[in-house]
């Protein structure tokens, strides 16, 4: 496929992806065109050589496997790790209320939002809603439903010297309607129609805002992609392509392949299906077997954990170390910190640069400032919990946890490429 065809694959993947749980359904419904077989973890599985399967847990978190010929004490596991969730505002369990004339939902905010990114947003609704029946159904309202209004100028002139500052409880709670408008169970209706059901139906919801401009295009030549989510959907989408051309490799494949796509890492890792969990070392377990096989298996792998990166942004270079500053541009990062908020040794992030080398890249290096507390992503929890080499990686972009985020179209490729070739060595 063409870079460009490639990148307009990625805005496809960003469009049908609103939540975590659009994310892994679609991530599914590729991966079963590539010949990707749905496991069930309340099921015995049968396994060998050549089978390619995948694992949902929750909805919101997905394991893909792809078995080489040789065993996987012998021959160790190549994996790739990213996140489906993004910073949102989540429906609250009592979600409505009438103030002053309209017609409101209640929110609470998911994740570290960038909180003034969603003001004056035209908002959808997505996300999954259990029925009584038992069905976990997705829904996706895709059109301007909600919006959070920002005040006007005339009734905050402060907001020029003390900054914006919203508060959470009060200040971000969107607009449905008006007082005798529609009201939230005939849009739920509307939702909900396609499945049979309606709104008396639902037991209880995991429902977010997101913003319904589709992912774009943007800047001269086409520099940029511009949309909600590119963190970390970007990374899963590469990781998935990166799948895709490792198959079409025509030497036999001796090395088991693994994708895992977690829930959670914006609040921390730490559920049932986050990466802090237990979710890939069940799989793994499923496949490499338990006790020393695992062990040997784990101590031949190699995780490359893939998270969207900061690059420098032209207006505060200061932000970064002035010797530490990827560009959008020039492809892949490593994530380097010492105190292990990234999980790279030199290790793990030779085998990334001579992955990349195989695949013509020459990485970028990214360490924060001293003197600013640095993030974290998934890295650590995989690096921790199975005890496996790991790297930490992605592509720079701006806007980081914006309602739209903003990348250099011209990296996204290279990364698939870099991951492909880490899939594929030996
Ligand atoms: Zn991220």
Redesign the pocket.
């Known amino acids: 496929m063409h870079a460009d065809d490639t990148v307009r694959d990625l805005l496809a993947f960003l469009d049908a992806a609103p939540t975590p749980y659009h994310a892994v359904a679609e991530t599914a419904r590729r991966l079963e065109a590539m010949g990707y077989t749905r496991f069930d973890e309340s099921e015995s599985w049968s396994l060998g050589t050549g089978t390619k399967g995948y694992v949902v847990r929750h909805e919101g978190s997905i394991v893909a496997f792809s078995m080489g010929q040789g065993e996987p004490a012998d021959t160790g596991m190549r994996m790739i790790g990213a996140?489906t969730d993004?910073p949102t505002l989540h429906l609250k369990p009592h979600m409505t209320r009438e103030a002053h004339g309209a017609r409101q939902l209640l929110i609470e905010p998911y994740g570290g939002l960038l909180h003034y990114t969603w003001f004056d947003r035209d908002l959808g609704v997505a996300g999954r809603i259990r029925l009584a029946d038992g069905r976990m159904v997705l829904v996706d309202i895709a059109r301007p439903l909600l919006r959070v209004p920002s005040l006007a100028i005339h009734l905050n002139r402060e907001v020029y010297e003390s900054g914006f500052k919203p508060n959470a409880q009060q200040h971000m709670h969107p607009l449905l309607s008006v007082e005798d408008g529609p009201s939230w169970e005939e849009v739920l209706d509307e939702a909900l129609s396609p499945h049979g059901a309606t709104h008396a139906e639902v037991l209880a919801h995991d429902l977010v805002l997101y913003d319904v401009t589709g992912a774009a295009l943007g800047g001269a030549g086409d520099a940029f992609v511009l949309s909600g989510r590119l963190?970390?959907l970007a990374?899963c989408h590469a990781a998935i392509r990166a799948l895709q051309s490792a198959a079409e490799n025509p030497l036999p494949q001796r090395v088991t392949q693994v994708v895992a796509l977690w829930d959670h890492?914006?609040v921390g890792s730490r559920s049932a299906s986050g990466a802090a969990g237990a979710f890939l070392k069940d799989v793994i377990t499923r496949i490499a077997g338990t006790g020393e096989g695992m062990r040997r298996a784990l101590s031949r792998s190699l995780m490359v954990s893939s998270?969207?990166a900061h690059g420098v942004h032209p207006n505060y270079p200061e932000r970064h170390d002035g010797d530490h500053m990827p560009r959008l541009g020039r492809g892949p990062v490593i994530k380097w910190n010492v105190n292990q908020s990234y999980a790279s040794d030199a290790e793990s992030g030779a085998q990334f640069v001579e992955a990349c080398r195989d695949a013509g890249i020459t990485p970028q290096n990214y360490n924060h400032r001293n003197d600013m507390r640095c993030g974290s992503?998934i890295g650590p929890w995989a690096a921790a919990g199975l005890g496996i080499r790991t790297v930490d990686v992605?592509n720079p972009m701006l806007s980081?946890h914006s309602c739209r985020e903003m990348c250099a179209a011209s990296d996204h490729e290279p990364m698939i490429r870099a991951l492909a070739a880490h899939l594929g060595r030996a």
């Open positions: 996140h993004s963190d970390n990374s890492e914006e998270d969207m992503t992605g980081m």
